[in-house]
């Protein structure tokens, strides 16, 4: 039993894999350029974001961990 499913997970495995080739060959992806600079969000700004946001869960979690242990 447990060949067969193993035998199913291969053929099903390279059967996807052509349709995705299949697929990409057909049709081609392109990303588009943005064209409204004012309503774009840079990378910087993204960074800056997630930056802020790490560090604010930091000192959120130093936090936790001072009272948990300041009650030992």
């Known amino acids: 039993m ?12 390279l059967v996807i894999e052509h349709v995705v ?9 392109e990303w588009a350029a943005h064209t409204d600079r004012d309503s774009a969000i840079s990378a910087q700004e993204i960074i800056s974001a997630m930056r802020k946001t ?18 030992r």
């Open 2 to 13: 447990l060949v067969l499913i193993v035998a199913v997970a291969i053929v099903s495995s």
């Open 54 to 71: 790490h560090r604010e869960s930091e000192r959120q979690m130093n936090t936790a961990f001072k009272v948990a242990s300041d009650g």
């Open 21 to 29: 080739h299949l697929f990409a060959n057909n049709y081609e992806i």
